[in-house]
């Protein structure tokens, strides 16, 4: 084995390999940030906190669904959270979705599922409690969407991006992140 692995490294293949697989990553988050309008970029632990803030104590979801998961680290956080729920993690991005499934293999969470697929075209109905950190471009789209599919009751946290037609009934500020908002909004019946 350790001959093997000295021939490639004499030969360069290995140095080879590694390059293309970074290139190939690179390349890819490149390609699924210009077709989703938004990069892979995980939320401040602070915008995370201020989140999970805005979600009131007694509120008990069944159904959790966070749309465009990035690298795993809400969907993770709110699966500890929320044992009883069912937190539908959806990415369509295949570089941060191995890697939210390669995380599950050290961070286990039964209750945790890892969709790779476009939120736009998933059934969001069951949902209770929905969470994003987007762009401006896609909120437009994101609350028609919202407005189609969930029932009265429903709380949405957006980080960061407003849903432009929707009027928020929380909102917190984070200092440590360029003072984003973090917005709540709860379906009405
Ligand atoms: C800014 S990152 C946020 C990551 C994570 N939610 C967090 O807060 O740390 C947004 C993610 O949404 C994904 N995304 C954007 N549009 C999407 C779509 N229509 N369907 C699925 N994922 C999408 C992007 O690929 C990106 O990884």
Redesign the pocket.
Known sequence: MSNLLGELLDHGALEALLFSVLLLGGLSILY??VR????????HPS??RAAFRLIPDRFSPAAIY??????????FALAARYPQARVVA????PL?WLVCHIRRLFQRRPNLEIRR??????DLSDADLV?????VA?MRGLERKLTGDLRPGALVIT?TFALPGWTADGAETVPESMNAQIYRYRVSG
Do not use: H, Q
């Open positions: 699924y940030t989703t309008g938004v990069p892979p970029m995980p939320s915008a995370r966070e749309l465009g998961c990035g690298w795993g680290g809400i969907a959806i990415e369509l991005s941060p697929a476009d939120f736009l075209k998933s969470f994003c950190y987007l762009m896609p980080s």
